[in-house]
Each structure stands twice: as structure tokens, then as C-alpha cells.
């Protein structure tokens, strides 16, 4: 099935700069993409949706890249703020789709001033 | 508004025992899933379900049962609870297709002694 693999698993970053997360996945048949913010002890809220059509996707303080050659997905965090310090999860929407998501391990992001 | 909630929030449970983790959503999603969450493993499939009476097995399945007794209410059960089933546990409901959404609920929060 699918695996899907998240990096880094820890980021520290100093407000106003950027910062890069990166998930490969190995099915080449996968389009439909999911990244997910988690501050401590709260659920997965929903940061943006991508589908394979697309390779660039603009968010608020934030941009998704899709590089199907590669089956590599990234979310970059423009001037990162300390609202932005969170765990970071990339998904992958399985081909059988009740099976729901494939979830990367996570990026827990800190920034500092 | 449409949601996924959990009970209960927070649960300690003696090893052996028996626990009932509730889920309800009133999204009308066909698709429903339970995960749990450990540092070092992200989000894992348990369960999940296409609909009212049914139950499939997902990733990691052992030592859990699940009860779909309508559209709105998804059940994990731990027959007999151990110390490595103390975990987060996350629901979500999805919706059907190539454009499902997924909502998660805040998660319960797992303590077997």
C-alpha cells in the first residue's frame, strides 16, 4: 500500500523566515493530497486540499508544491510567525477510498522571535 | 454545524478492562475511521467503515473492535484494554468520491494502567 514519508520531523524557525516540509509518496497513481495543522492537544484542522491537476497552491502564509515526477509534496511556510508553531501532517487519500488517508509521521514546527 | 464529536475527552482505564470510545457526526458522511496517535507513528488506521452495519479492518486492527449501529455513530471497543493501547485516539467522518473531505473530532485521550 501506500507509504508515505515526512521530513523533517522537527523544525525550529526564527520569526519571518521560511520554512520547507517535504512528504514523498510511493503510489504513482495517488491525486488527491492533504496537509493538516495540530497545535498541542487539539484535533487536525484541515490547512489545504491539493489534487494532482494542480502543482502550485497558494494558501494564507502559505504555499503546497506538488511534484508528481518525483511524488513529492511540500508545504513551505512564508515569514513564519509564532501562530505557525504546530505539528504539520501530510496525508495521502488512498485509491480505495474508504480507506481514507495515509498520514505522514509529522513535522513539529517551532518558531522563535 | 456539521461535526465529529468524541467522548469522552479524556479516559484511564485498568488493564483488562473493558473500554467504549463514541464518535458521532453529523456531517451525513457515508465513510467513517478511527486512528490513533503516538509520537513516532503519526496517524494510523484502526477501522473504519462504509456505512451504517458496517465494520472493516484497516492498518493495525488488533486488540480493537468497532460497532457502526447508525450514520451518525462509530464506536471503538477495547475488549480487554493493555498499557501499549494508551494512546490518542482520533474519529473522522468522509465523504464519498475523488473530492471527499474529512473532518476529524477533538480526539480522546487514552490512559490503560
Known amino acids: 500500500g501506500e507509504q508515505v514519508e515526512q521530513r523533517p520531523p522537527h523544525l525550529s524557525v526564527r520569526e519571518g523566515d521560511s520554512a520547507v516540509i517535504t512528504c514523498t509518496y510511493t503510489d504513482p497513481n495517488s491525486y488527491y493530497f492533504f496537509w493538516y495543522k495540530q497545535e498541542p492537544g487539539a484535533s487536525l484542522q484541515l490547512l489545504m486540499k491539493v489534487f494532482s491537476s494542480t502543482e502550485i497552491n497558494e494558501g494564507q502564509g502559505f504555499t503546497v508544491l506538488l511534484n508528481k515526477k518525483d511524488k513529492r509534496l511540500s508545504l513551505n511556510l512564508t515569514a513564519a510567525h509564532p501562530g505557525d508553531s504546530a505539528a504539520y501532517f501530510c496525508?495521502?487519500?488512498?485509491?480505495?477510498?474508504?480507506?481514507?488517508?495515509?498520514f505522514g509521521l509529522g513535522t513539529r514546527v517551532s518558531v522563535f522571535p | 454545524e456539521a461535526a465529529v464529536t468524541q467522548s469522552p475527552r479524556n479516559k484511564v482505564a485498568v488493564t483488562g478492562g473493558k473500554v467504549t470510545l463514541s464518535c458521532n457526526q453529523t456531517n451525513n458522511h457515508n465513510n467513517m475511521y478511527w486512528y490513533r496517535q503516538d509520537t513516532g507513528h503519526g496517524l494510523r488506521l484502526i477501522h473504519y467503515s462504509y456505512g451504517a452495519g458496517s465494520t472493516e479492518k484497516g492498518d493495525i486492527p488488533d486488540g480493537y473492535k468497532a460497532s457502526r449501529p447508525s450514520q451518525e455513530n462509530f464506536s471503538l471497543i477495547l475488549e480487554l484494554a493493555t498499557p501499549s493501547q494508551t494512546s490518542v485516539y482520533f474519529c473522522?467522518?468522509?465523504?464519498?468520491?475523488?473530492?471527499?473531505?474529512?473532518?476529524f473530532g477533538s480526539g480522546t485521550r487514552l490512559l490503560v494502567i
Open positions: 473522522a467522518s468522509g465523504d464519498e468520491g475523488a473530492h471527499s473531505d474529512y473532518t
Open positions: 496525508a495521502v487519500f488512498r485509491n480505495n477510498y474508504a480507506q481514507g488517508l495515509t
